[in-house]
C-alpha cells in the first residue's frame, strides 16, 4: 500500500524568507503522480502544485516549487519570498496512474508565517 | 473557473439520524471521490465512483455508507445511522483524469452530538 509521510507537524517562517516543507512516500509504482494541497482555516483543500512522476523536471508554479528526488522517494515543497497568505496546512499527496486513482495523504504540515 | 459545490456547508445531527451529504461536482469530469478529515487529522479516502458504480472504497466506508448519482449531476454521501465518531469535515472530489489531479469541494462540516 501506499504511504505517504510528513515528518515536520509544524514548520514557521519569517515572512519574504524561503521555506522547504518535506515528504517522503512508498510505493512499488513506476508512474504515480505527486501534489501538494494547501489547507487554510476554512479548510478547504487547494491544489498548490503537481508532479509527473516519469517527469525529471521539478515543476514550478510561481513562488512554489518542488524537489522531487523519485530514487529517494522524496518530493519536497519550497515556498520562496513566502507571504502572510500561505500560513496553512500543506498536505503532500501520492496518486496512482491506474485504478480508481485516489489520493494517498500524509499528516500535514503547518506552517506559521512570522510577519 | 469550475467548481466543485458541496452542501450544506456545516450539518449537525443527532446519534443515529441519517444525514445526506450532497456535490455537485464539476460537469465534464468522470470521477467522483468523498474523503473525510476529522478535526486535526489527515484526510482520508472514503469511496470513489465512476460510470454510475463505486470502483473503490475505504475500511471506513461500510454498510452505513452508501454514494448515488441520482440525476447525472449531482453526488451523494449517505450515513444511515450516524455515530458520534462520524463527526468531520466530508470533502467531495471530481477529477478527469490524470494529471489534473482533482477539484475539492469547499467541505461539509457535519456534528453529530
Known amino acids: 500500500a501506499q504511504t505517504v509521510t510528513q515528518s515536520q507537524p509544524e514548520m514557521s517562517v519569517q515572512e519574504a524568507e524561503t521555506v522547504t516543507l518535506s515528504c517522503t512516500y512508498d510505493t512499488s509504482e513506476s508512474d504515480y503522480y505527486l501534489f501538494w494541497y494547501k489547507q487554510p482555516p476554512s479548510r478547504q483543500m487547494i491544489l498548490v502544485i503537481r508532479q509527473e512522476a516519469y517527469k525529471q523536471q521539478n515543476a514550478t508554479e510561481n513562488r512554489f516549487s518542488v524537489n522531487f528526488q523519485k530514487a529517494a522517494k522524496s518530493f519536497s515543497l519550497k515556498i520562496s519570498d513566502s507571504q502572510l497568505g500561505d500560513a496553512a496546512m500543506y498536505f503532500c499527496a501520492y496518486r496512482t496512474q491506474t485504478g480508481a486513482n485516489n489520493l494517498f495523504f500524509g499528516t500535514g504540515t503547518r506552517l506559521t508565517v512570522i510577519p | 473557473e469550475p467548481e466543485v459545490t458541496q452542501t450544506p456547508s456545516h450539518q449537525v445531527t443527532q446519534m443515529g439520524q441519517e444525514v445526506i451529504l450532497r456535490c455537485v461536482p464539476i460537469s465534464n469530469h468522470l470521477y467522483f471521490y468523498w474523503y473525510r478529515q476529522i478535526l486535526g487529522q489527515k484526510v482520508e479516502f472514503l469511496v470513489s465512483?465512476?460510470?454510475?458504480?463505486?470502483?473503490?472504497k475505504s475500511e471506513i466506508f461500510d454498510d452505513q455508507f452508501s454514494v448515488e448519482r441520482p440525476d447525472g449531476s449531482n453526488f451523494t454521501l449517505k450515513i444511515r445511522s450516524t455515530k458520534l465518531e462520524d463527526s468531520a469535515m466530508y470533502f467531495c472530489?471530481?477529477?478527469?483524469?490524470?494529471?489534473?489531479?482533482?477539484?475539492f469541494g469547499s467541505g461539509t462540516r457535519l456534528t453529530v452530538v
Open positions: 472530489a471530481s477529477s478527469g483524469g490524470g494529471l489534473y489531479g482533482y477539484t
Open positions: 465512483f465512476y460510470n454510475n458504480e463505486i470502483s473503490e
